[in-house]
């Protein structure tokens, strides 16, 4: 299993695509902050232009020297083109923003990014934060502390919601990620598992599901190797059935895709399950984090 290229060592050449927008030149402010170095945004047909204090590109060939990580803000018709961009140039590191992706063009993207061994996180994604030393995407830094725990989360806003707790518990991270809310994915959550097992900075891995789907199963077996506890919240108990619940992954088509299900399947493979946010911060403080 390759070692996620962000856990390795935080990227230092950034680029961003589609940096112009009102959202992107939002988040370009917001990762400088947090310290990310941004050092030129891919606008095709603007280049030679600037935005947001960024120098344009049309493309990625047109860089001074490689970038060890994208951004994309790229419309959801564009991302596969932008992923097989990047793929090309062989990009460590790709976090795609976009929701409302084309299932086809997500399987491409997917297998593109796979291909060229770059780690594409997303789409449907707000991204990563290491706290103390950068954000790709738009984790606010200030709901994040620095420490131990991994949090790799399915959901946007519980990935914000879960990083502020922890903070707030006193409970400090390692890496907060939010790996998309699509049904289809860069990584899958056992990937990600299985990197932050190799990773040293890494005590323990707390992991935020939702129903629909059946990635949390491949999880499953691949707990009893990890060597490191993993905390695990499935949110979704009460969903009506058959109905998606805001994500597009978000739907119990059968019974195993349903929260309760996946939260038995997870407790049998050893992990520590809770039922709210409440209990995921009892469980972390029982482990002595």
């Known amino acids: 299993m390759m070692m996620a290229p962000f856990l390795e060592s935080f990227p230092r050449r950034v680029v961003v695509f589609n940096p112009a927008g009102r959202y992107a030149a939002a988040q370009v402010a917001a990762m400088r902050a947090a310290g990310t170095n941004l050092v030129a945004g891919i606008q095709l047909g603007r280049g030679g232009g600037d935005a947001s204090g960024l120098p344009l590109y049309d493309d990625l060939l047109s860089l001074p020297e490689p970038a060890d990580a994208a951004v994309l803000y790229t419309p959801p018709e564009g991302l596969l083109d932008a992923v097989r961009e990047c793929a090309a140039a062989e990009i460590p590191t790709i976090v795609a923003a976009a929701e409302y992706t084309p299932l086809h063009d997500g399987l491409r993207a997917a297998q593109a990014a796979r291909a060229a061994g770059c780690w594409l ?140 299900a996946k939260l038995a399947a997870l407790a049998a493979a050893g992990a520590h399950v809770a039922r709210d946010p409440e209990q995921v911060v009892a469980r972390l403080r029982a482990l002595g984090l």
């Open 121 to 260: 996180v997303g789409p449907n994604t707000l991204g990563l934060c290491v706290p103390g030393e950068g954000v790709l995407g738009s984790i606010a830094p200030s709901f994040c502390a620095p420490g131990r725990v991994a949090l790799v989360c399915r959901s946007g806003t519980l990935t914000l919601t879960l990083a502020r707790l922890l903070t707030r518990a006193g409970i400090g991270q390692r890496i907060a990620i939010n790996i998309g809310g699509d049904a289809v994915i860069g990584r899958n959550p056992h990937e990600y598992l299985a990197a932050l097992a190799a990773d040293e900075r890494t005590a323990a891995i707390l992991y935020v599901g939702e129903l629909g789907g059946d990635k949390e199963y491949a999880l499953a077996e691949a707990i009893p190797e990890c060597g490191k506890p993993v905390v695990a919240l499935i949110v979704g108990r009460h969903a009506p059935p058959e109905r998606r619940m805001g994500h597009a992954g978000a739907l119990a088509g059968a019974a195993r895709e349903t929260a309760e």
